[in-house]
């Protein structure tokens, strides 16, 4: 809640005029409580999980031509409807009970942290500056948790719910044991910790940090994707990989950038299968061109 009964007042303690923006957020925001404001995450996390793999779920169904062309697994085991369905409500039987109690929990965390709600807003340049940070602190930590996940004892009890699609789609984003969720959000949330922002910022890095999780996932290769343009961005393709070897990969741990997998060699099985793929298909063009 806002410490300013009017508009006014909001201006006289900013010294200046309200931006559009944060006009409209005031508007919004001055009558309701912070805790109140905080948890829109959860609801905006719930609908981004859900309609996004839904296009794709519904692509895949209504259009399966179309949609095998840009199938990283064609040959993959296709689901149904009935099996899509399946992929969602598991999820959700598995986050939901977890969802609402760490989002309920969180909150004075959230205060301590530092995470504002008022005015002014931050600045575009300095939203940029923030989750490019958290960005990159999340990709580093999360490539080493994930290693972690690959040891025996964390796969066998806690990764191996995340691994029995082999072949994912945009539900399997989250799909994951109820431990695994709360190991990866640490590193979601050191980012923050040392840069507190503003909580539009906030939600902005969570649904980023969805959107990520379900490109990744989303078994498809599309050509146009922007994505393509930012230098070490893995993708699905590099993720999809890491599913279709199983249990037993030590391949491909990054979740966004793939600088660490090379770095620390762990995307040499990734290149030799690269590198058959391109020699397959020069030598397939030689015989067409026959
Ligand atoms: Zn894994
Ligand atoms: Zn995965």
């Given at each position: 809640?806002?410490?300013?009964?009017?508009?006014?007042?909001?201006e006289?303690?900013?010294?200046?005029?309200?931006?559009?923006?944060?006009?409209?957020?005031?508007?919004?925001?001055?009558?309701?409580?912070?805790?109140?404001?905080y948890?829109?995450?959860?609801?905006?996390?719930?609908?981004?999980y859900?309609?996004?793999?839904?296009?794709?779920?519904?692509?895949?169904?209504?259009?399966?031509?179309?949609?095998?062309?840009?199938?990283?697994?064609?040959?993959?085991?296709?689901?149904s409807?009935?099996?899509?369905l399946?992929?969602?409500?598991?999820?959700?039987?598995?986050?939901?009970?977890l969802?609402?109690?760490?989002?309920?929990?969180?909150?004075?965390?959230?205060?301590?942290?530092?995470?504002?709600?008022?005015?002014?807003?931050?600045?575009?340049?300095?939203?940029?500056?923030?989750?490019?940070?958290?960005?990159?602190?999340?990709?580093?930590?999360?490539y080493?948790?994930?290693?972690?996940?690959h040891t025996?004892?964390?796969?066998?009890?806690?990764?191996?719910?995340?691994?029995?699609?082999t072949?994912?789609?945009?539900f399997?984003?989250?799909y994951?044991?109820?431990?695994?969720?709360?190991?990866?959000?640490?590193?979601?949330?050191?980012?923050?910790v040392?840069?507190?922002?503003?909580?539009?910022?906030?939600?902005?890095?969570?649904?980023?940090?969805?959107?990520?999780?379900?490109?990744?996932?989303c078994?498809?290769?599309?050509?146009?994707?922007?994505?393509?343009?930012?230098?070490?961005?893995?993708?699905?393709?590099?993720?999809?990989?890491?599913?279709?070897?199983?249990?037993?990969?030590?391949?491909?741990?990054?979740?966004?950038?793939?600088?660490?997998?090379?770095?620390?060699?762990?995307?040499?099985?990734?290149?030799?299968?690269?590198?058959?793929?391109?020699?397959?298909?020069?030598?397939?063009?030689?015989?067409?061109?026959?």
């Open positions: 809640m806002l410490p300013y009964a009017t508009a006014s007042d909001a006289a303690a900013l010294r200046r005029a309200m931006t559009r923006a944060e006009a409209a957020w005031f508007r919004y925001t001055a009558a309701k409580a912070d805790c109140y404001l948890y829109h995450t959860v609801a905006v996390l719930l609908a981004v859900t309609l996004l793999p839904l296009m794709l779920a519904l692509l895949e169904l209504g259009a399966p031509a179309v949609a095998l062309r840009y199938k990283l697994q064609p040959r993959g085991a296709r689901l409807p009935a099996g899509f399946r992929c969602y409500t598991d999820t959700a039987r598995f986050l939901l009970p969802a609402a109690p760490v989002q309920l929990l969180s909150y004075p965390a959230v205060k301590m942290l530092g995470i504002r709600m008022g005015l002014p807003l931050p600045s575009a340049g300095e939203m940029a500056a923030q989750l490019l940070m958290y960005l990159l602190v999340e990709d580093y930590l999360s080493w948790a994930h290693r972690l996940m025996k004892w964390c796969y066998d009890n806690i990764h191996h719910v995340h691994h029995e699609y072949a994912p789609n945009g399997v984003a989250p994951m044991h109820w431990t695994e969720v709360l190991i990866l959000t640490v590193p979601t949330v050191v980012g923050p040392i840069a507190p922002c503003h909580m539009i910022t906030f939600g902005i890095w969570f649904v980023i940090v969805a959107i990520s999780a379900i490109e990744t996932h078994g498809y290769n599309f050509p146009f994707n922007p994505t393509k343009l930012i230098p070490f961005w893995g993708g699905a393709e590099f993720h999809d990989y890491h599913h279709y070897l199983g249990g037993n990969c030590q391949s491909n741990f990054a979740t966004v950038f793939t600088y660490c997998d090379y770095l620390y060699g762990t995307n040499n099985a990734f290149r030799r299968h690269k590198a058959g793929q391109a020699k397959l298909k020069m030598v397939s063009e030689k015989n067409v061109e026959k």
